[in-house]
């Protein structure tokens, strides 16, 4: 190695050690953090790294692409979906990939072709998309998609110039039950042939790559929060719900998804509860996400998401799901997790019956059993059981 090759290396490094120190002061520089929301703060730029440096050094191999898990209940930004297992595999616009897997038994799949970098994939122009009212599969399940710029038979994704890479989402509504499959990615005229390490010049070259998306992204969806909720509407009042909208029409997220977007703002002796239809439909997720860094609460370890698998309904088909700061012994709860703000997301997804609107109202803690008699309560022994399940069923996601 060469002495210049060595300075690439340390100009590298400490491009990307650069970045991380810039990125400590613009999570403290954020208006009114609280030293709580400063220490989820640096957990969230911490394990971002960790994913950054992962894509920027390994998945960057476009002629040997592989699915990287890009999110978990660590790993978080831009809205992690708490139900889903996602994978992301970088491509060259120039090439041909095919794809294949299992469709499995989960809820809902969805691949997207995307443009731009996975730090900017809510920017980036979904360019194509499957999932599974569309997806062909054998009798066994199996299926094969072929990424590529001349349309083929079959399963078909579109390849464009300015690709960024496909992303996979397979979606859970039974964590029990369901289970997420292996997908396999390979450019088929490069399919068996040896890679290369990369060189100092590469190396440096990424480092200083996964630094810049690094920055970039946290100072991105920082602003990207200022619009939230309501988005892409105005504003918001607390304590309500945005009608179902489409927000991933051509950009940002599944095609077809509606989504019902609020921020509740509870004292420790409210709650507020969710009323609505939860129609007909594949998949359904609600979720709490904090208001600074876009990322989910603690979704392994407490209640704070349900889907419509694990919600119980009332007898008329509607739902009544309460936020609460502590646990009011009911099934519905969602668990703010100690936080007194954030944002409720819910999801629907291969939708055959449009849901309602959410109605919502605050009421007094103690007056929860009188708000709602019959709603299904659950005992402490069955709420730690929950719990239990609960971690059960990510670990197996994330470690099958």
Known sequence: MTDAQTKQLREGWRSFTGALQAAEQLIGAFPGVTADELAVGYRYVAAY????????????????????????????FGLDNVDNLYGYAQIRGDGDYRITGNRGNVSDLVITVQEGDLAYWSTGRVVGHLDLDRLIVDDNGDFEIIVSHRRRDGNWLPNVTDVGGVLIRQCLADWDTERPQPMFIERIDRAGAPSQEPGPELVAERLEHAGRLLLGSIAYWRDFMQSVPGRPGTPHPVNEMTEPMAWGRGVEGVPSQLLSVGEFALDPDEALVLSFDPGQCRYLGVMLSDVRWYTSFDYRNRQSSLTGAQIRRNRDGRANLVVAHHDPGLANWLDTTGHRRGHIYMRWQGISVVPSSVQTRVVRFDELARELPEEPRVSPEERRAILAARKRAVDRRFFP
């Open 49 to 76: 790294a960790r994913m950054i440096l992962e894509y920027a050094l390994a998945n960057s191999d476009t002629d040997h692409p592989y699915f990287m898990v890009i999110e978990d209940h660590f790993t978080k």
